[in-house]
């Protein structure tokens, strides 16, 4: 209540992040919308964030941060990602919050509205939006739900299923999440993890406006791997659980083995069999390496404490603030 009094009083500047990634299309429109919805609120800065797009994202942006100094840009070198791209984007904006929304439409700024409210009378300092998708069933919502039930099945702090990366953050928040130089980012995971107090409101997500989904099923399972082996060790212990539980088998059939050889004719060198768990095993064990080497490999990543992500150009709005 106290801070809820103290934000009303004072003016308060709201910073918008837009990661970009070939989204020349949609830039424009976008930010239509999205100043017709902010301008209601004095102080506001948009950011794209321009992560090595292929098309001419970066001269649409270039363009309308000429034309409204309130606009402004991080150009990366090449193509980060995009939760590395939110990352620079946090690092940057100047707001008491911080709006992180995808460019292509997805996530309708009519709804930043209510963020700003819940935030501002309720005094939450992350507000995040679930995606309302009752109703509709595509592949991508299914695995997408399957994997949001591994997830939690393994961490101790939840993953909101639907959860996106459109939602506001206090400053606090995002003060400390500048502090984090977690490589692999999953920020679905990480907000969740921080504390502070929390809400969800929920939306209808649309469908992109124009040009492709950049989550290819490939990234889209490399986003899952990351999300789960950065908030949990639970696979490491399922390998030794697994290396247990087969080891376990075989002394069971090493023992039924030497009964036949001992009280039985029929010992007969069991050629299927022995090829038969060989093959098993030997897949077992790679992929418990594979497993093992997805921890290393990020450890190995981590220490080589390579920036997470190298600037171009950027501009960064400087309007009163
Ligand atoms: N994006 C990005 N870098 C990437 C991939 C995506 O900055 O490597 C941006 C993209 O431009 C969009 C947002 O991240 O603004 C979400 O991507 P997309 O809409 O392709 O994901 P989807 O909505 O299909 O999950
Ligand atoms: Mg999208």
């Given at each position: 209540m106290k801070k809820a009094m103290m934000v009303t009083t004072k003016s308060c500047f709201i910073s918008v992040v837009v990661p970009c990634f070939n989204e020349e299309k949609n830039i424009l429109g976008l930010t239509r919308l999205l100043i017709h919805e902010i301008q209601k609120y004095r102080d506001y800065e948009i950011l794209f964030v321009e992560d090595g797009s292929r098309d001419q994202s970066i001269k649409t942006v270039k363009s309308l941060a000429f034309e409204n100094r309130r606009i402004g840009y991080v150009q990366f070198s090449r193509n980060?990602?995009?939760?590395?791209?939110?990352?620079?984007?946090?690092?940057?904006?100047?707001?008491?919050?911080?709006?992180?929304?995808?460019?292509?439409?997805?996530?309708?700024?009519?709804?930043?509205?209510?963020?700003?409210?819940?935030?501002?009378?309720?005094?939450?300092?992350?507000?995040?939006?679930?995606?309302?998708?009752?109703?509709?069933?595509?592949?991508?919502?299914?695995?997408?739900?399957?994997?949001?039930?591994?997830?939690?099945?393994?961490?101790?702090?939840?993953?909101?299923?639907?959860?996106?990366?459109?939602?506001?953050?206090?400053?606090?928040?995002?003060?400390?999440?500048?502090?984090?130089?977690?490589?692999?980012?999953?920020?679905?995971?990480?907000?969740p993890w921080m504390g502070f107090r929390q809400k969800a409101i929920p939306i209808i997500v649309g469908e992109r406006a124009a040009g492709e989904s950049k989550y290819s099923a490939a990234k889209m399972v490399r986003l899952a791997l990351s999300g789960i082996t950065s908030f949990s060790i639970a696979p490491l212990r399922l390998a030794l659980l697994l290396g247990g539980f087969f080891a376990f088998l075989s002394f069971l059939y090493g023992g039924y083995a030497l009964w036949v050889w001992l009280f039985t004719e029929q010992a007969v060198p069991g050629w299927t069999s022995i090829i038969a768990s060989i093959l098993f095993l030997s897949g077992i064990q790679m992929m418990l390496t594979g497993i093992v080497g997805e921890y290393v490999g990020k450890t190995f990543e981590q220490v080589k404490q390579r920036p997470g992500y190298i600037i171009k150009e950027k501009n960064i709005p400087q309007g009163d603030r």
């Open positions: 980060f990602g995009h939760q590395v791209a939110l990352k620079a984007g946090l690092d940057h904006a100047r707001g008491d919050c911080v709006i992180t929304m995808d460019a292509d439409m997805q996530h309708d700024p009519k709804y930043i509205h209510e963020l700003i409210r819940v935030w501002r009378e309720e005094g939450v300092d992350v507000v995040y939006t679930v995606r309302d998708d009752s109703g509709k069933r595509t592949l991508k919502t299914f695995f997408s739900s399957v994997f949001y039930r591994i997830i939690n099945g393994v961490t101790s702090k939840p993953v909101y299923a639907g959860a996106a990366d459109f939602r506001l953050l206090d400053r606090r928040v995002v003060d400390e999440l500048r502090k984090i130089s977690e490589h692999h980012l999953f920020l679905r995971g990480l907000i």
